[in-house]
């Protein structure tokens, strides 16, 4: 096995024959040898699945990465979970909002608004769902099972401190709840003792027949939306698929791109003026730099299961340096997804104050698109360069 080296091709740099982890030095190239433009300190951006705790029930297991994590991501967590056929997350609700995405198979879920308006609807791979802030709802995995994405718009939440009905009951008097109910302290022998959090319960029927009739109707917006059935922004590298509240209305906190990057592809030098970035990568491998100002930038390599974060307005781009597609969710904490392109801010600014500034060629300028392409062929080379020894 060829054992990578902190060695440039410049020569700068030195063997590393000391303990190390060579596999985590081969799948992070760019942190084993930056770019020389790398610069300055900038926090830790990237924290994976893989390194989490996992905790596992009879009916599914989930792991989470918060601020505890990765302490830049102040503003979103996210929750990787999977349930068993029939294995449910039990009823309960969170003081932050709850943004979903479908990795594969299938699930159930339900909810009741606070006007007494109840929702029940299957989802499946590429399926999103969004529970506003103290909505109490459930999830239940259909035949074969699923895994999703759970998004929280609070860098500090834990899934494992939530509100979770059978949690209350254990922790309320049997008297009080024989009141609350109506019904005999005999009946209240078998509550659980403490939190169920996921469970093993059967698989459910069809959901008519799951179906319960609300006297005040169903809620008024959809708590899902389709995210694969809508029509994406086409480029020459990739495709994009915007989701906010524009679109998925009940949807006021959280905001998402689903990005596809073809190999060789690059999704272009950008910025959000309105919210960190959290990114969750699903296929491929990536690269990415982030600039932050003041001479410093720093560059990372990301896989399926890794976690990225931007700050707000650092300036990045993400570049597929594999052989297969790049797929990664971008979702903010905010309810419009907004971006700048560095390539169309240029393009619609006076060409002379641009090719000054820049000291730019013509062909330069002639490359600049006034028309926004967010995810574009990259031609400066064809597979990933070496960089060390």
């Given at each position: 096995?060829?054992?990578?080296?902190?060695?440039?091709?410049?020569?700068?740099?030195?063997?590393?024959?000391?303990?190390?982890?060579?596999?985590?030095?081969?799948?992070?190239?760019?942190?084993?040898?930056?770019?020389?433009?790398?610069?300055?300190?900038?926090?830790?951006?990237?924290?994976?699945?893989?390194?989490?705790?996992?905790?596992?029930?009879?009916?599914?297991?989930?792991?989470?990465?918060?601020?505890?994590?990765?302490?830049?991501?102040?503003?979103?967590?996210?929750?990787?979970?999977?349930?068993?056929?029939?294995?449910?997350?039990?009823?309960?609700?969170?003081?932050?909002?709850?943004?979903?995405?479908?990795?594969?198979?299938?699930?159930?879920?339900?909810?009741?608004?606070?006007?007494?308006?109840?929702?029940?609807?299957?989802?499946?791979?590429?399926?999103?769902?969004?529970?506003?802030?103290?909505?109490?709802?459930?999830?239940?995995?259909?035949?074969?099972?699923?895994?999703?994405?759970?998004?929280?718009?609070?860098?500090?939440?834990?899934?494992?401190?939530?509100?979770?009905?059978?949690?209350?009951?254990?922790?309320?008097?049997?008297?009080?709840?024989?009141?609350?109910?109506?019904?005999p302290i005999s009946s209240l022998a078998g509550i659980p003792k403490k939190q169920r959090y996921i469970y093993q319960s059967t698989v459910p029927g069809s959901i008519e027949s799951d179906r319960v009739l609300s006297p005040n109707g169903t809620v008024p917006l959809t708590f899902t939306h389709r995210l694969l059935a809508q029509k994406p922004i086409e480029s020459s590298g990739g495709t994009v698929r915007i989701v906010d509240s524009t679109t998925f209305k009940v949807s006021k906190t959280t905001a998402a791109a689903l990005v596809e990057v073809k190999p060789g592809g690059i999704r272009e030098m950008h910025w959000h003026p309105n919210a960190d970035e959290w990114q969750y990568y699903l296929t491929g491998k990536a690269r990415m730099s982030v600039f932050a100002s003041n001479g410093t930038s720093r560059t990372f390599n990301y896989r399926a299961g890794d976690v990225g974060y931007v700050p707000r307005v650092f300036g990045h781009y993400i570049q597929n340096i594999g052989t297969e597609t790049l797929w990664f969710l971008a979702i903010f904490r905010t309810d419009q997804y907004m971006d700048i392109s560095l390539n169309q801010w240029l393009a619609l600014t006076p060409h002379e104050l641009v090719q000054q500034n820049l000291n730019a060629s013509q062909e330069l300028m002639k490359s600049l698109q006034k028309q926004y392409s967010p995810v574009n062929k990259f031609l400066g080379f064809s597979t990933y360069p070496k960089t060390n020894g």
């Open positions: 096995m060829e054992i990578p080296q902190p060695i440039r091709e410049d020569g700068a740099g030195f063997v590393d024959l000391g303990p190390r982890d060579v596999m985590r030095d081969k799948e992070n190239p760019d942190m084993l040898v930056p770019p020389m433009t790398d610069a300055g300190t900038i926090p830790n951006l990237k924290f994976s699945f893989s390194d989490t705790y996992m905790n596992l029930d009879k009916g599914g297991w989930s792991r989470q990465i918060t601020e505890r994590e990765l302490p830049i991501a102040t503003q979103l967590a996210g929750v990787n979970m999977s349930l068993t056929e029939g294995g449910v997350r039990e009823l309960h609700w969170h003081k932050e909002s709850e943004w979903a995405y479908m990795i594969w198979g299938h699930a159930r879920i339900t909810a009741v608004d606070q006007k007494g308006r109840n929702f029940i609807a299957d989802v499946g791979p590429g399926d999103l769902w969004y529970f506003p802030s103290g909505i109490p709802h459930s999830i239940q995995g259909l035949k074969g099972g699923c895994e999703f994405l759970l998004v929280f718009d609070d860098g500090s939440f834990s899934d494992l401190d939530t509100f979770s009905v059978s949690d209350w009951f254990a922790h309320t008097p049997k008297e009080v709840l024989s009141a609350n109910f109506g019904v």
